[in-house]
């Protein structure tokens, strides 16, 4: 969401074509933008693979992080026992993934992504993958470490603001 604080002098209610214009403006537009395209990738998969959203979040961590316990996946996910089992649900009876007993905890079951699933999800992915690592490459390795180093600012940005 793109919310703009209230000016606090007339010198700060410049119209939004002339806050774009400059250059913090140009780059908040362009963070705008790559939000906006992301949700909406994020959506085209989420429809591609069969996946909700809240599927979608569980699959993602399963994959990138490995199978962990349903409670351990509400607790990276922040979201309910409840509501984790009933998206483990979906996603087992989809064929998305399984549950398996632990290894040493009789009690507990493991989650863990369906085998087809990592290289499906890859293939749909590959191209955007493709896309910012070839995008990356055509800079110079000082404007790559500006560009990380300006990233890694917004990520902290994000996260003071959830803390």
Do not use: C
């Not at 309910?80 to 905890?105: M, N, Q, Y």
């Not at 499906?120 to 992915?125: D, G, I, M, N, R």
């Amino acid at each position: 969401m793109d919310v703009k604080p209230p000016a606090t002098d007339p010198a700060e209610a410049a119209p939004a074509a002339e806050d774009s214009a400059t250059a913090g403006g140009a780059i908040r537009e362009q963070l705008r933008n790559l939000t906006l395209r992301q949700q909406r990738f994020e959506r085209r998969l989420g429809r591609q693979l069969r996946v909700d959203p809240a599927g979608l979040a569980v699959m993602d961590h399963l994959v990138n992080v490995g199978p962990t316990t349903p409670t351990d996946l509400a607790h990276r996910l922040e979201a309910s026992t409840a509501a984790t089992t009933l998206v483990i649900d979906r996603l087992v009876a989809g064929g998305h993934a399984t549950r398996e007993p632990h290894p040493t905890d009789r009690r507990k079951v493991i989650v863990t992504p369906a085998e087809h699933w990592g290289a499906t999800a890859y293939e749909h992915v590959a191209p955007v993958i493709e896309g910012v690592t070839d995008a990356a490459a055509e800079l110079s390795p000082d404007e790559q470490a500006v560009v990380a180093a300006f990233l890694e600012r917004i990520v902290g940005v994000y996260d003071e603001a959830n803390a």
